[in-house]
């Protein structure tokens, strides 16, 4: 009976060892959960701010283009200016010229 107990005893003791390991491998799967957990909230804070620096860039991207057409637009309403001053110009010339011819006959 003695041995009996002796038995019981040493695999109480067996059975404690493996219930206090089996305590620690959980804690440090709860830890590893954790980092995990840590890690992933991280990660999907970052590609939120991704996200916001993406579209801001899109915004800025669409705010450029806009000021580029108003330029083209500008330049080309410019050169439009620049053709009929231009035009002018040559019209005064001619008229210029006839003026000359018309001085140059009455003298």
Same mark, same amino acid.
């Given at each position: 009976?003695?041995?009996?107990?002796?038995? /019981?005893?040493?695999?109480? @003791?067996? =059975? &404690?060892?493996?219930?206090?390991? $089996?305590?620690?491998? !959980?804690? +440090?799967?709860? %830890?590893?959960?954790?980092?995990?957990?840590?890690?992933?909230?991280q990660?999907?804070?970052?590609?939120?701010? /991704?996200?916001?620096?993406? @579209?801001e =860039? &899109?915004?800025?991207?669409?705010? $450029?283009?806009?000021? !580029?057409? +108003?330029?083209? %637009?500008?330049?080309?309403?410019?050169?439009?200016e620049?053709?009929?001053?231009?035009?002018?110009?040559?019209?005064?010339?001619?008229?210029?010229?006839?003026?000359?011819?018309?001085?140059?006959?009455?003298?």
């Amino acid at each position: 009976m003695s041995k009996r107990v002796a038995s /019981i005893q040493d695999n109480t @003791a067996v =059975a &404690a060892t493996a219930v206090v390991d $089996i305590s620690e491998i !959980i804690r +440090q799967i709860s %830890e590893i959960q954790s980092n995990i957990a840590v890690a992933i909230d991280q990660q999907s804070m970052t590609t939120r701010e /991704i996200s916001r620096i993406v @579209a801001e =860039a &899109a915004m800025g991207s669409s705010t $450029i283009a806009s000021s !580029i057409f +108003q330029v083209a %637009e500008e330049a080309k309403s410019a050169l439009d200016e620049v053709g009929e001053a231009s035009q002018g110009a040559l019209d005064l010339s001619h008229m210029s010229n006839e003026l000359n011819q018309l001085v140059a006959f009455y003298r």
